[in-house]
Protein backbone atom coordinates (compact mmCIF):
# COMPACT_ATOMS: atom_id res chain seq x y z
CA UNK A 1 0.00 0.00 0.00
CA UNK A 2 1.19 3.28 -1.11
CA UNK A 3 -0.57 6.86 0.07
CA UNK A 4 0.94 9.80 -0.87
CA UNK A 5 -0.55 13.28 0.32
CA UNK A 6 0.21 16.12 -1.58
CA UNK A 7 -1.67 20.23 -1.54
CA UNK A 8 -0.61 21.38 1.75
CA UNK A 9 0.65 25.06 2.09
CA UNK A 10 0.43 28.25 3.73
CA UNK A 11 -2.98 29.53 3.72
CA UNK A 12 -4.65 32.74 5.54
CA UNK A 13 -7.06 32.13 8.19
CA UNK A 14 -10.79 31.73 6.50
CA UNK A 15 -8.59 30.49 3.09
CA UNK A 16 -9.30 27.48 1.19
CA UNK A 17 -6.98 24.50 0.06
CA UNK A 18 -7.57 21.31 -1.52
CA UNK A 19 -5.51 18.29 -0.45
CA UNK A 20 -4.96 15.21 -2.66
CA UNK A 21 -3.93 11.40 -2.14
CA UNK A 22 -2.74 9.17 -4.57
CA UNK A 23 -3.29 5.35 -3.48
CA UNK A 24 -1.46 2.46 -5.01
CA UNK A 25 -0.66 -1.25 -4.10
CA UNK A 26 -4.65 -2.21 -3.36
CA UNK A 27 -7.97 -1.51 -4.78
CA UNK A 28 -8.65 1.50 -4.64
CA UNK A 29 -12.33 1.17 -5.39
CA UNK A 30 -12.99 -1.61 -2.56
CA UNK A 31 -11.93 0.18 0.70
CA UNK A 32 -12.95 2.97 2.86
CA UNK A 33 -10.47 6.00 3.12
CA UNK A 34 -9.58 8.59 5.55
CA UNK A 35 -8.08 11.64 6.55
CA UNK A 36 -6.04 11.80 9.97
CA UNK A 37 -3.67 14.90 11.01
CA UNK A 38 -1.21 15.78 13.65
CA UNK A 39 -0.89 19.14 14.66
CA UNK A 40 2.16 20.02 16.50
CA UNK A 41 3.15 18.58 20.04
CA UNK A 42 -0.65 16.79 19.92
CA UNK A 43 -1.43 13.17 19.15
CA UNK A 44 -2.99 11.97 15.79
CA UNK A 45 -6.93 13.48 15.43
CA UNK A 46 -9.36 11.62 13.14
CA UNK A 47 -10.79 14.20 10.38
CA UNK A 48 -12.92 12.45 7.71
CA UNK A 49 -14.13 9.06 6.28
CA UNK A 50 -15.37 8.10 3.05
CA UNK A 51 -16.72 4.66 2.63
CA UNK A 52 -16.49 2.54 -0.47
CA UNK A 53 -19.44 2.03 -2.36
CA UNK A 54 -22.00 4.56 -1.58
CA UNK A 55 -19.24 6.83 -0.82
CA UNK A 56 -21.07 7.37 2.88
CA UNK A 57 -18.96 10.45 4.69
CA UNK A 58 -17.91 11.24 8.30
CA UNK A 59 -16.08 14.27 9.42
CA UNK A 60 -14.92 15.57 12.90
CA UNK A 61 -17.41 17.77 14.50
CA UNK A 62 -15.00 20.69 14.30
CA UNK A 63 -14.62 20.47 10.36
CA UNK A 64 -18.00 19.96 9.47
CA UNK A 65 -19.58 22.44 7.29
CA UNK A 66 -15.94 23.35 6.13
CA UNK A 67 -14.17 19.94 4.69
CA UNK A 68 -15.34 17.79 2.19
CA UNK A 69 -14.16 14.57 1.36
CA UNK A 70 -14.48 12.80 -1.76
CA UNK A 71 -12.86 9.98 -3.75
CA UNK A 72 -12.27 9.82 -7.58
CA UNK A 73 -11.72 6.22 -8.24
CA UNK A 74 -11.33 6.30 -11.75
CA UNK A 75 -7.76 8.21 -10.89
CA UNK A 76 -7.09 5.99 -7.10
CA UNK A 77 -6.78 9.39 -5.34
CA UNK A 78 -8.71 10.51 -2.25
CA UNK A 79 -9.47 14.84 -1.96
CA UNK A 80 -10.13 16.98 0.82
CA UNK A 81 -11.22 20.19 0.12
CA UNK A 82 -10.77 22.58 3.38
CA UNK A 83 -12.83 25.92 3.21
CA UNK A 84 -12.90 29.21 5.95
CA UNK A 85 -9.73 27.36 6.71
CA UNK A 86 -8.68 28.45 10.95
CA UNK A 87 -5.77 28.23 12.81
CA UNK A 88 -6.25 25.32 14.57
CA UNK A 89 -6.54 23.29 11.29
CA UNK A 90 -2.76 23.92 11.25
CA UNK A 91 -1.18 20.62 11.22
CA UNK A 92 0.06 17.61 9.15
CA UNK A 93 -2.09 15.64 7.41
CA UNK A 94 -2.26 12.30 6.24
CA UNK A 95 -4.25 9.87 4.20
CA UNK A 96 -5.18 6.23 5.50
CA UNK A 97 -6.78 3.15 4.85
CA UNK A 98 -6.68 -0.44 6.80
CA UNK A 99 -3.57 1.20 9.01
CA UNK A 100 -1.61 2.10 6.46
CA UNK A 101 -0.48 5.83 6.53
CA UNK A 102 1.16 7.10 3.62
CA UNK A 103 3.61 10.34 3.59
CA UNK A 104 1.74 13.46 4.60
CA UNK A 105 1.62 16.98 3.79
CA UNK A 106 1.70 20.48 5.99
CA UNK A 107 -0.99 22.91 6.16
CA UNK A 108 -0.38 26.06 7.98
CA UNK A 109 -3.02 28.30 8.67
CA UNK A 110 -1.79 31.75 9.28
CA UNK A 111 -1.96 35.50 8.53
Known amino acids: VQLQASGGGLVQPGGSLRLSCAASGFTFGSYGLSWIRQAPGKGPEWVST????????YYLDSVKGRFTISRDNAKNTLYLQMNSLKPEDTAVYYC?????WGQGTQLTVSS
Open 96 to 100: TTGGS
Open 50 to 57: IKSGAGST
